[in-house]
């Protein structure tokens, strides 16, 4: 098989339902830039919400897919036989489906520019930084889902691990920001505010934890027995 | 259906993942909460009081122990239907309709069992440590009123959920609409959180348990979308809520049997 039919194999095999929750939300959002002032709602309102679907429910999005990513091929002792290791599989499946998302996301960034809705957040990105945004929670909330699944062996762990950690996150957003390490892995900084100069620094921590998260996932999710055992329910 | 909610029973409670997910889940919540869980005061300075600490205890555990909960019995449903015993458990005499609550009744009941430990063993500590013996009462009276309808209310949703969309999806939304439509503050967006459909116990609590806002103000959000579904907190209301809980639930369940009686023709 080609490289591009198995791309498109992962594609086919996230299913529709799963693709078309990321472009339902630029959707809602470009409806919300153009309507919201309609709506009554306020400027500094409509800001959040764009950045917080942004930053908020894209990695939300792309967390419950890595978790539920695992446990549920088909005849994966076949599988396993193949030249192609079961590692690059997942790698392809994960990099599909967020890729996708990180896509959709691109284009959600592109209403919040255009609306110039950045300035009214608390924290202001400039450029390419922008895109930061929703990047790096997104993909750190994907390497804890990967991690998750590999460690439990169950999707509903790893779904639940990771709506946990969400919610935490939106529930004690205060307190966890205010010490420096939790400041600098806390998820929303942009919409929810940080210290001054602070943003960059959590972003890049973000990012490079997130490598930590699947490196530490990589060898659980290379010991054939475990992939074996299938999705404890 | 004593027989289908015995064995569901014993095999959601023999579940490992549950209890590994349930502990995790507990362990965040001691640490994200822990100030506050540990003197069981909300800023009202009821911290001595058995009552308003129980009720304190209650919106901390559920807020997000109810995440553990919704997205453990997201698959009970439709895991007949993938596993391909749905068939034959529809060829065998049960009644179907005795099949469905017998399984919501069994699946809910296991996986409630850890909020309940975690949410008495809360009380009994607080017993030793504040030396009130009234408050295993309060415990079982909030235990009763505040959490009980939610979960009978939410158990409904998340069994019946991923019928009508995959649960992968169901468990975002999920998790989207527990903080939309629970935690967030009334004022913040039009949202049910706080309304008589909330599953957060707020009118038991205002109502019922006579408990006033920290900052002295009476149950209300005068600027919040919405209003109409926020009637004062009288104790007829905290009633009706209860009434709205297990209503909202006997109707989902109804609309789940109906469903599967239109899939089976």
Known sequence: ?233 | MIATLRYEFLMQIRRPIMWIVYGLAFAVLVAAMWPGYRTLDLGSGGGHDPKPAMLASAKLTMSLLAIVYGCLLADRLIRDRRLGVAAILDASPSNPGGRLVGKYLGVCGATAVPIALVFFGRAVVYTFTEGKAETLAWALAVFATVILPALIFLGALALAGPLLIPPLVFRVLFVAYWFWGNLIPADMMPTLSHTIFAATGDYVEYGLFDRARPDGVVYGWPDAALNFLRPAATPAVAVLWMGVMVALAAAILLLTRLHAARSES
């Not at chain 1, 599909?96 to 959600?108: E, F, N, S, Y």
């Not at chain 1, 169950?154 to 529930?171: C, F, G, K, P």
Request: net charge neutral; charged share 10%.
């Open chain 1, 1 to 233: 098989m080609k490289p591009l039919d198995l791309w498109a194999h992962e594609l086919r095999r996230a299913g529709p339902a799963a693709l078309a929750g990321a472009p339902a939300l630029v959707l809602l959002m470009t409806l919300l830039a153009i309507l919201g002032a309609r709506l009554g709602s306020r400027e500094s309102t409509t800001a959040f919400m764009l950045a917080g679907a942004l930053e908020m429910v894209i990695p939300l999005i792309t967390g419950m897919a890595a978790a539920s990513s695992l446990g549920r091929d088909q005849a994966v002792e076949l599988q396993l036989t193949l030249p192609v290791g079961y590692r690059s599989t997942v790698l392809r499946r994960l990099a599909a489906t967020t890729g996708w998302t990180g896509l959709c996301a691109a284009a959600g960034s592109t209403v919040l520019t255009l609306g110039g809705w950045w300035e009214l957040l608390p924290v202001t990105p400039h450029g390419p930084a922008v895109q930061l945004t929703w990047l790096a929670p997104a993909l750190w909330l994907a390497a804890l889902g990967l991690l998750a699944s590999a460690a439990f062996s169950s999707a509903v762990a790893a779904t639940t691990t990771v709506a946990l950690v969400w919610v935490v996150e939106q529930v004690v957003a205060g307190p966890l920001q205010g010490s420096l390490p939790s400041r600098l892995l806390y998820l929303f900084a942009t919409t929810r505010g940080t210290v001054p100069d602070d943003w960059t620094a959590n972003r890049v921590v973000l990012l490079c934890t997130a490598a930590v998260l699947v490196a530490a996932a990589w060898p659980l999710l290379g010991r054939a027995e475990r992939v074996l055992g299938g999705d404890k329910e």
